[in-house]
């Protein structure tokens, strides 16, 4: 069943209401001043300012009947909007095909977007509420366009998961064992993510890898000492070790192959 249309005339704003009705005081206020002179012009500008009062001046809906009417059609009106409107993002950064985006989704909806703006100053009047016809509210978050080459560029901030715990680290000693063993994860160390850490961490402690005291007291000496630190520490693993460090990795990376292909 199609439901029932309104038109698409534009009403005033709860603040142009306000200023209308301010201006209107304000000439009849000049009516009785007897230093106006031309009392005639006072007249005439208040009768067409309450004419276009009256005529854009939202008035809420007669009965209940017609306010259930417009609740189903702006809610019919705004399905029928939302799908093809760019982004937040899109609009503040304006990639490529942005613009024509934009002109064609609002060349198809215009009539819409005036009919549902007319309702929604209708639904809400007198209420004060200036927002409520402002489609902005309702414009969606995310984006079908790429970013790359747009005008505003921006910037992207990852944070961690909130999930994830406390940051995962590496005692210096830690981080040359692992460099023995295999030079490639101690230098993916930076870009693995606090779970690829975790496990990487416990494989090292299951085989005895902790942070030497000595180490970590020597964050406290000199560059020299620190070094002079390292050096002393710096054990090369044993066979065993290696072994088992590379068989812990490998069961932790075969878990986590398994764990995708099951999702």
Same mark, same amino acid.
């Given at each position: 069943?199609?439901?029932?249309?309104?038109?698409? &005339?534009?009403?005033?704003?709860?603040?142009?209401?306000?200023?209308?009705?301010?201006?209107?005081?304000? +000439?009849?206020?000049?009516?009785?001043?007897?230093?106006?002179?031309? &009392?005639?012009?006072?007249?005439?500008?208040?009768?067409? %300012? &309450?004419?276009?009062?009256?005529?854009?001046?939202?008035?809420?809906?007669?009965?209940?009947?017609?306010?259930?009417?417009?609740? &189903?059609?702006s809610k019919?009106? +705004?399905?029928?909007? !939302?799908?093809?409107?760019?982004?937040?993002?899109?609009?503040?950064?304006?990639?490529?095909?942005?613009?024509?985006?934009?002109?064609?989704?609002?060349?198809?909806?215009?009539?819409?977007?005036?009919?549902?703006?007319?309702?929604?100053? *209708?639904? %809400?009047?007198?209420?004060?509420?200036?927002?409520?016809?402002?489609?902005?509210?309702?414009?969606?978050?995310?984006?079908?366009?790429?970013?790359?080459?747009?005008?505003?560029?921006?910037?992207?901030?990852?944070?961690?998961?909130?999930?994830?715990? #406390?940051?995962?680290?590496?005692?210096?000693?830690?981080?040359?064992?692992?460099?023995?063993?295999?030079?490639?994860?101690?230098?993916? !160390?930076?870009?693995?993510?606090?779970?690829?850490?975790?496990?990487?961490?416990?494989?090292?402690?299951g085989i005895?890898?902790?942070?030497?005291?000595?180490?970590?007291?020597?964050?406290? +000496?000199?560059?020299?000492?620190?070094?002079a630190a390292?050096?002393?520490? #710096?054990?090369?693993?044993?066979?065993?070790?290696?072994?088992?460090?590379?068989?812990? !990795?490998?069961?932790? *990376?075969?878990?986590?192959?398994?764990?995708?292909?099951?999702?």
């Amino acid at each position: 069943m199609q439901t029932q249309s309104f038109p698409t &005339k534009s009403l005033l704003r709860p603040d142009q209401v306000d200023s209308a009705k301010d201006e209107i005081k304000n +000439l009849e206020a000049k009516l009785q001043n007897k230093h106006i002179e031309d &009392k005639g012009e006072v007249q005439r500008q208040l009768r067409r %300012t &309450k004419r276009d009062f009256e005529s854009q001046n939202p008035l809420p809906p007669e009965n209940r009947e017609e306010e259930d009417r417009m609740v &189903k059609r702006s809610k019919h009106l +705004l399905s029928e909007i !939302l799908p093809g409107m760019c982004s937040q993002e899109e609009m503040r950064k304006n990639p490529p095909g942005a613009v024509d985006k934009h002109m064609a989704w609002e060349k198809k909806n215009k009539p819409k977007i005036l009919e549902w703006k007319h309702i929604m100053l *209708r639904l %809400t009047a007198g209420s004060g509420q200036r927002d409520v016809a402002n489609f902005e509210r309702h414009r969606p978050v995310t984006s079908t366009l790429s970013m790359d080459n747009a005008q505003i560029p921006g910037k992207q901030i990852f944070l961690p998961d909130p999930d994830a715990g #406390r940051g995962v680290t590496f005692s210096e000693a830690q981080i040359a064992m692992l460099r023995q063993l295999s030079p490639e994860i101690a230098d993916r !160390l930076g870009s693995l993510s606090n779970a690829q850490r975790t496990e990487v961490k416990q494989a090292m402690e299951g085989i005895g890898l902790t942070p030497d005291p000595v180490q970590s007291a020597a964050g406290k +000496l000199g560059a020299a000492k620190k070094a002079a630190a390292r050096k002393r520490n #710096r054990k090369p693993l044993t066979p065993e070790q290696k072994d088992a460090l590379l068989k812990r !990795l490998a069961d932790a *990376r075969a878990k986590k192959a398994a764990m995708k292909a099951q999702a």
